[in-house]
């Protein structure tokens, strides 16, 4: 399974901080969620980190071990 | 659990201090022990951010992404050292669920000009409000709520550029 | 023997902590004494010169004026609370003779923006180089010698004008 | 008698911290010192301080219980 991480709020729209998923492109990852979920994570303002690294472009296909973590804008110190 | 990560940079002898916590410190102490550490330093400035207790605010949670937070931490800490002279540079930063008047961050820049440690400091902290991988909420009333970023953090970063 | 100076300023509920020390002094404990004493103010910017261990400067000398150096410094405090939204300003200073890694002024100021603290902390330190009554001289190889005053103190001065 | 301060370096050239002196014009009581300390006390970056006030006027005539204090040039911090 690949697994999907929700930071910040995201996690409360998620009702959860982690998913698992069944491997595959994104697009059709997000389509198996809950639409106002999925509606927050493709959000403009919120990044994408695959297995720690920031990604630009989102037409990503998750592998088996995969972790894709979605990043709301920060809110520190 | 605590992440710390103390890499000297190469050809410097000195090491950066840059820790992500997840259980509460001693901001005295520790700046004690960094002055201790920077004998040759003339001058050390700290920035010190506590939970506010201002009545209303009753807790404040601060949840960080493992893979991304303390090694983000560490790059601002090499681009600080590059960019003034310091002997030392300390970065602390908690996460976790924190109670008024708790220890948030600290930050401290030693150096022999007290220009740099101030501007150190300064930038050091800057970068961590706008651009560190932590996100914020709040608990009011019993309730929690997440804490938007501000305008003025992202003013604040542009005084750098 | 200390001189002590806690005077609120009017129509202001705190105090500035301005203090002309003879004796050694703790920073970390001062720190963190300030810190408690300002449980609103979201951030603490602190200064902390201590005497360089460089191998050369064996002692140091601080001479103040009695009817001068603390009224000086009490004034630079109510001009810093005047420029500065600030919820506390400490401003300490020893005199006497001081050795390496001795701490010789701790300046703090806690706000409840960051910008504000850094600002007075900064101000405050360079009025105190530049302006207020202190003399200082150094014992190296056995010899005492008057510190001049540097160029770049009166500079820093500039940056506030 | 009156009393005259050497801060600094001035304390040096002095031998002394202190020194009382008659009573009098400023100009007088610098005419009974070492040439050498009257010189190092008219330098112009020295300061005075009578009874603990800065002056900007040497032409003072000093009290039975007058404390006259020469300040030169800060070095503190």
């Given at each position: 399974m690949a697994k999907l991480?929700?930071?910040g709020r995201l996690a409360d729209v998620a009702g959860r901080s982690e998913l698992d998923v069944a491997p595959g492109p994104l697009e059709a990852v997000l389509a198996t969620l809950?639409?106002?979920l999925a509606l927050a994570l493709l959000d403009e303002r919120v990044r994408v980190a695959l297995n720690g690294d920031l990604i630009a472009e989102r037409g990503v296909v998750l592998g088996a071990?995969?972790?894709l973590a979605f990043l709301p804008p920060v809110s520190g110190g | 659990m605590n992440w710390r990560s103390c890499r000297p940079l190469a050809g410097a002898e000195v090491v950066s201090d840059v820790r992500l916590l997840t259980a509460p410190f001693d901001p005295a102490e520790e700046l004690r022990a960094f002055a201790a550490a920077h004998p040759g330093a003339g001058g050390v400035v700290s920035f010190l951010g506590q939970v506010r207790q201002?009545?209303?605010v009753e807790a404040l949670e601060l949840q960080h992404y493992g893979p991304l937070t303390l090694p983000g931490m560490e790059r601002?800490?090499?681009g600080v050292r590059a960019r003034w002279e310091l002997d030392g540079l300390l970065i602390l930063h908690r996460s976790g669920v924190l109670r008024p008047t708790d220890p948030i961050v600290?930050?401290?820049a030693a150096a022999?000009?007290?220009r740099d440690a101030f501007a150190a400091a300064d930038f050091a902290m800057d970068h961590l409000k706008a651009e560190s991988w932590f996100w914020k909420r709040e608990l009011v009333g019993g309730v929690w709520r997440w804490v938007e970023p501000r305008?003025?953090?992202y003013a604040d970063l542009d005084r750098w550029v």
């Open positions: 991480v929700f930071l809950d639409p106002a071990d995969d972790e | 201002d009545g209303a601002l800490a090499q600290l930050v401290a022999r000009h007290r305008a003025q953090d």
